[in-house]
């Protein structure tokens, strides 16, 4: 079950990536490089979603996986940097409503409220 689920937010965290990744994308420039659709292996325990200190710690493991993906860097410039936060917020907050937990979406909001 664990290990379906597992899969199951891996595949739609994809599916979400390549449709972030799409409105991402705004004009060419010479740092800006598709990187195809967002896939990655995101790994947690079952124990990270039963207390919000927890579920924090997860989301801080994710943002992390999430901003490196979408370009984050100190050379870019003002409107890249735009469409990284942009990138950035979309992709988390769609990676949330996967998990399908509580405990994760108040610790999300927690974290966006602060």
């Known amino acids: 079950m664990k290990s379906t689920s597992k899969t199951a937010l891996i595949a739609t965290l994809a599916i979400t990536g390549a449709f972030a990744a799409g409105f991402a994308t705004g004009p060419a420039s010479a740092q800006t490089i598709y990187r195809g659709p967002f ?3 995101f ?3 079952a124990a990270e979603l039963g207390s919000v200190e927890s579920a924090q710690n997860l989301l801080a493991r994710l943002h992390s996986v999430v901003t490196a993906y979408c370009g984050d860097a100190p050379t870019l410039s003002p409107e890249e940097r735009f469409t990284t936060i942009k990138c950035v917020k979309r992709t988390m907050r769609a990676s949330v409503e996967k998990f399908g937990n509580a405990t994760v979406a108040q610790a999300f909001q927690t974290r966006a409220d602060g």
């Open 39 to 41: 896939e990655f292996e």
């Open 43 to 45: 790994k947690y325990d």
